[in-house]
Nanobody, 119 residues
Framework: VQLQASGGGLVQAGGSLRLSCAAS????????MGWYRQAPGKQRELVAT???????TYGGSVKGRFTISRDNAKNTVYLQMNGLKPEDTAVYYC??????????????WGQGTLVTVSS
């Protein structure tokens, strides 16, 4: 599967952005879709995931501000980001995960989209 992330850009603190991740295949085939981010000099971290049953998890720093959703008909996952802070500045990566029983999960990554939040 190929994942195409879009929607990043420059926004002032307190503003909003909506990221989209369009998959080339059926996202229902994956156990979970998600967003991760990596800031300069830092490790990649979880932002949010959504399972095929629409169960959601969020990283601690974004809870209450970000919302992940999915549209299976469009094979697209969204990340609505509100109340953006300068510390949200990072490259955001879309992820598709397929769990393998008894082995490591199969992860697929998009190319990343840059989000810059100015103070």
């Amino acid at each position: 599967v190929q994942l195409q992330a879009s929607g990043g850009g420059l926004v002032q603190a307190g503003g909003s952005l909506r990221l989209s991740c369009a998959a080339s295949g059926n996202i229902f085939n994956f156990n979970a879709m998600g967003w991760y981010r990596q800031a300069p000099g830092k490790q990649r971290e979880l932002v949010a995931t959504i399972s095929s049953a629409r169960s959601r998890t969020y990283g601690g720093s974004v809870k209450g501000r970000f919302t992940i959703s999915r549209d299976n008909a469009k094979n697209t996952v969204y990340l609505q980001m509100n109340g953006l802070k300068p510390e949200d500045t990072a490259v955001y990566y879309c992820n598709a995960r397929r769990v393998v029983v008894g082995g490591p999960s199969n992860d697929y990554w998009g190319q990343g989209t840059l989000v810059t939040v100015s103070s």
